[in-house]
């Protein structure tokens, strides 16, 4: 295990509707990334955080918006959900400092549906 | 612009055959890294292997090796001696030295029967 832990596990919502998901990144590392995968394509990037900024966006509209926190924990904010949103969401800690070629661990997601 | 390609969708073998997955990936950057994740039906992407583009020298873990030709773009999985459990969807990614994100191939689902 990667110690990078997630929650909810399954979530459900209409369209329309705000979600709030959840990141505990693995000790010792300082950067979360958010990935959306949806079913049978590979997982695409959303945004990342590092010390409690925005650090590099992927192709996502505003409606997508983050938070990192000192402890280094993250939220990914969904607003107006549309029926696409369904998917599952990856956050990837990783440790950043100075280097770039740093790995990102993945937790075990959490599984959305918009209805 | 980066790409990473994985033609194969799915591949099906039987327990002890060996399997390759292929990658193809394209960057204008000439620092990069390569890697090789499974994703097993949890959904937990499990992290396998990195490779920088400054080194072309295969690798072998185990039953696992990596295949990196900077001249073809390819950076090849190999499973010796396939087992059922290491049915997953493999992905390929690849990150650029200034960047902070991982591009995604699309994935090959390995299915590996009794």
Same mark, same amino acid.
């Given at each position: 295990e990667t110690g990078v832990t997630q929650s909810p596990t399954h979530l459900i919502k209409t369209r329309g509707q705000q979600v709030t998901l959840r990141c505990s990144s693995q000790s010792g590392h300082n950067t979360v990334s958010w990935y959306q995968q949806a079913l049978g394509q590979g997982p695409q990037f959303i945004f990342q955080y590092y010390r409690e900024e925005e650090n590099g966006r992927g192709n996502? !509209? !505003?409606?997508f918006s983050g938070l990192q926190f000192p402890n280094y924990s993250s939220e990914l904010n969904v607003n107006a &959900?549309? &029926?696409?949103?369904s998917a599952l969401y990856l956050c990837a800690s990783s440790a950043q400092?100075? &280097?770039?070629e740093e790995t990102q661990y993945f937790g075990p997601g959490t599984r959305l549906l918009v209805l | 612009a980066q790409k990473v390609t994985q033609a194969q969708t799915e591949i099906s073998v039987v327990e002890k055959e060996d399997v390759t997955l292929d990658c193809v990936y394209e960057t204008r950057d000439t620092t990069y890294y390569l890697f090789w994740y499974k994703q097993p039906p949890s959904g937990e992407l499990v992290f396998l292997i990195r490779r920088n583009s400054f080194d072309e020298q295969n690798e072998i873990s185990g039953r696992y090796s990596w295949n990196f030709q900077k001249s073809t773009s390819s950076f090849n999985f190999t499973i010796t001696?396939?087992?059922?459990?290491?049915s997953a969807v493999y992905f390929c990614a690849l990150k650029y030295n200034a960047g902070n994100m991982l591009t995604f191939g699309g994935g090959t689902r390995l299915m590996v029967k009794p």
């Amino acid at each position: 295990e990667t110690g990078v832990t997630q929650s909810p596990t399954h979530l459900i919502k209409t369209r329309g509707q705000q979600v709030t998901l959840r990141c505990s990144s693995q000790s010792g590392h300082n950067t979360v990334s958010w990935y959306q995968q949806a079913l049978g394509q590979g997982p695409q990037f959303i945004f990342q955080y590092y010390r409690e900024e925005e650090n590099g966006r992927g192709n996502f !509209p !505003p409606r997508f918006s983050g938070l990192q926190f000192p402890n280094y924990s993250s939220e990914l904010n969904v607003n107006a &959900l549309e &029926l696409d949103d369904s998917a599952l969401y990856l956050c990837a800690s990783s440790a950043q400092g100075g &280097l770039k070629e740093e790995t990102q661990y993945f937790g075990p997601g959490t599984r959305l549906l918009v209805l | 612009a980066q790409k990473v390609t994985q033609a194969q969708t799915e591949i099906s073998v039987v327990e002890k055959e060996d399997v390759t997955l292929d990658c193809v990936y394209e960057t204008r950057d000439t620092t990069y890294y390569l890697f090789w994740y499974k994703q097993p039906p949890s959904g937990e992407l499990v992290f396998l292997i990195r490779r920088n583009s400054f080194d072309e020298q295969n690798e072998i873990s185990g039953r696992y090796s990596w295949n990196f030709q900077k001249s073809t773009s390819s950076f090849n999985f190999t499973i010796t001696a396939s087992q059922v459990v290491d049915s997953a969807v493999y992905f390929c990614a690849l990150k650029y030295n200034a960047g902070n994100m991982l591009t995604f191939g699309g994935g090959t689902r390995l299915m590996v029967k009794p």
